[in-house]
């Protein structure tokens, strides 16, 4: 049975079994952390960062939200990806979402009266079906969600570009490279989608003049 005692009896085998290993890892984990990624996931339980990518504490600074959405009006991923850039300096952002994204698949259905806050996060991915209704319309039934999940990955790659922490990073900063990702969970592969770097070229109309 999963009870959050058994959640604490893990952990506290987890923490043995590591210092039995590595008796100085904790004492080097509390002095400071340099993470070389940004992760920004969706939240579900299925696709945990470090877990998938076999990394240790410290690796990774991640971000999770419904759908692994960047929103330019929600101060936590903006807050998240600012610090992440800007002061502790990682080298990669990651956006990883994943086929089969229970967020990606409501945001195709009609609003649910009950979950009222929830569609409003949900509201932007109907947006990234809308623009692209055209192609989305003529995939088969069975292809049209890995699309949308596709398309929604790259959506927020471009939305990253659309920052003023990114472009302000690529400019005069250390220039970070933003990877869009997506997660099979019948496989448990990551397949990249999109690798955009300081030479792309963002469209004026969402340019910061300098
Ligand atoms: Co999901």
Redesign the pocket.
Known sequence: MQTPQKLLLENRAWSEEISKKNPEFFKLLAKEQKPSFLWIG???SR?PADTIVNAQPGEIFVHRN???QVINTDFNCLSVLQYAVDVLKVKHVIVC??YG????KAALMPQSSKLVITNKWLMHIKDVYRLHQDELDIIPDDRRLDRLIELNILEQLYRLTHTSIIQASWKHGHKPTLHGWVFGLHDGLIKELIMLDHNTQINPIYRYHD
């Open positions: 969706c939240a579900d696709v419904i759908a692994n979402g994943h994204c229970g967020g990606v």
